[in-house]
Structure formats: structure tokens, C-alpha cells
């Protein structure tokens, strides 16, 4: 999010772990680890690492002090608050794009977490991605990925904008949260504005850019993947269109 991946996360590095600290995804992790838990050593990238968030969520419900774990990152402050965090296994951490960039595997686990592949920019931005993923997993390695599922009157609706600026908790700080939706680029653009003080207004602008379920299942068959596995939730409740979330599960197609 942000004009780009790493504007964004220079922009929220500071306030990220205490504005999204209660965000509900744990059920993704235990996802990945259930599908995963006959491994005793896991190599894993984690796309958009950032603060090491979902990091110290995996490592924790691991358990596996022999786990080799990476993150990579466009942003180096991210890396920053990453490198400060304590985790029982080290981290290697590598600010790169994940388009682009990826380490040389094999890896069994590469995954990312909410809404974060919608950083990517545009189609070629997310084949590309998906055609790294291809090049660096095990041969029985697997994708995760969690995303929104855009509704339908949404992706087809006119261009939105949010009823005026409206008032958000975050971190136990009131913010004014706007946003504006651009139907025809798939596009979700808006800006956290904090009044830390009457003479410290604190702007934190962002953006997405979605796909419909069928479009990303679309781009990462003609990259080389499969879906495997999708539900709702980390829980395994079974995915239908009218579900706004997804967590799925791809491999390399054979």
C-alpha cells in the first residue's frame, strides 16, 4: 500500500505494530502451520515481512528452532523494526521487491499475508511475483495467500468515495480515515490523517490494487500455479463467492 510498496511502508513503519496490532488474521498462521505440521524443518520466505508481524506469529506457533526463516521488504524501515524484534530462530531479513526479487530456494513455504499481494501494482507486477514464486518453491512447496474478496457491486460500481473523513481508532489514537475507489483500475486509494497535536497533523497515505478471485486464479495459472486449497478462514470453513475473504493454497502445476 502507499503510492507504492516502499513509500508505504516508510509512511506506517513507525505506527504499524501499534495500529494493527489487533488485526484478526492469527487464523492464517495456524492455517500454513496445520498444513505444513508433518515438516520438523521448514525453509520459508515471507513475502512483505515488514515489522515481523506474522514472523513472530509463525515462529511462536512452530515451535522449530531449525526452521530457516526470510522475509523480504521494499522498505528498509520496516527492516528496521523487524531486526529489533526477539525471536527464538534469526531471521534473514532482504529488502528487495518481491516481484522481482526473491532468494534462490528452495523454499517449502512461501507466503503473504493479508491484502499484502495487493502492494503489487498491476498485472504484470503480480505475474511476475507468481513466476518467482514458480522458480524458487520445492517441488511439494506451497503458496499461502490471504486477500479480500472484492464484492461484486463493488468491482462493478461507479467510482466511490467515502462519505467525508470519518473517525477510526487506531492504537488508541483517533484518526480521520478517507478513501476513494477507482472501479475501472481496481484501485482503493486513501489517507490516515492523525492530529498528534494542534500543530503536529500526521498524514499516511495509502493504496491497493485488487483482483476478483477469478483474475488472480487466472494470472497464477498462466505463471505456472494451481490452486490446491481455498477457504474462508484459517479454520478450513468452506469458501463460497459470498465470502469476503479468502486464504489459499496453490503449488506448481503438474
Given at each position: 500500500m502507499g503510492t507504492d510498496a516502499a513509500r508505504y511502508g516508510d509512511v506506517f513503519a513507525p505506527v504499524y505494530d501499534e495500529w494493527y496490532s489487533d488485526l484478526d488474521d492469527s487464523d492464517f498462521i495456524a492455517y500454513i502451520t496445520r498444513c505444513?505440521?508433518?515438516?520438523?524443518?521448514?525453509?520459508?520466505?515471507?513475502?512483505?515481512?515488514?515489522t515481523g508481524r506474522l514472523a513472530e506469529a509463525f515462529v511462536a506457533a512452530r515451535g522449530h528452532v531449525n526452521d530457516l526463516y526470510t522475509g523480504i521488504d521494499s522498505s528498509n524501515l520496516m527492516l528496521e523494526r523487524l531486526a529489533e524484534r526477539e525471536m527464538s530462530i534469526s531471521i534473514t531479513a532482504i529488502h528487495g521487491d518481491m516481484a522481482t526479487a526473491l532468494p534462490d530456494g528452495p523454499f517449502d513455504v512461501v507466503?503473504?499475508?493479508?491484502?499484502?499481494?495487493?502492494?503489487l501494482p498491476d498485472d504484470d507486477a503480480l505475474a511476475r511475483c507468481l513466476h518467482e514464486v514458480v522458480r524458487v518453491l520445492a517441488p511439494d512447496g506451497d503458496l499461502f495467500i490471504d486477500v479480500a474478496?472484492?464484492?461484486?457491486?463493488?468491482?462493478e460500481g461507479?467510482?466511490?468515495?467515502?462519505?467525508?473523513?470519518?473517525?477510526?481508532?487506531?492504537?488508541?489514537?483517533?484518526?480521520?480515515s478517507s478513501s476513494t475507489h477507482d472501479a475501472k483500475s481496481q484501485t482503493v486509494s486513501g489517507e490516515f490523517v492523525h492530529f498528534a497535536s494542534p500543530t503536529d497533523?500526521?498524514?499516511?497515505?495509502?493504496?491497493?490494487?485488487?483482483?476478483?478471485?477469478?483474475?488472480?486464479d487466472t494470472i497464477?495459472?498462466?505463471?505456472?500455479?494451481?490452486?490446491?486449497?481455498?477457504?474462508?478462514?484459517?479454520?478450513?470453513?468452506?469458501?463460497?463467492?459470498?465470502?469476503?475473504?479468502?486464504i489459499s493454497r496453490f503449488r506448481v502445476a503438474t
Open positions: 505444513r505440521r508433518g515438516d520438523d524443518r521448514l525453509r520459508v520466505v515471507e513475502l512483505g515481512v515488514g507466503f503473504c499475508g493479508y491484502n499484502t499481494i495487493f502492494n474478496v472484492p464484492m461484486p457491486h463493488v468491482v461507479s467510482d466511490a468515495v467515502s462519505p467525508g473523513p470519518r473517525a477510526v481508532l487506531r492504537g488508541g489514537h483517533k484518526i480521520l497533523v500526521r498524514r499516511y497515505p495509502w493504496s491497493i490494487r485488487y483482483w476478483t478471485t477469478e483474475q488472480f497464477a495459472a498462466q505463471s505456472g500455479l494451481q490452486c490446491v486449497e481455498r477457504v474462508a478462514d484459517g479454520v478450513g470453513t468452506p469458501w463460497t463467492p459470498n465470502n469476503s475473504r479468502h
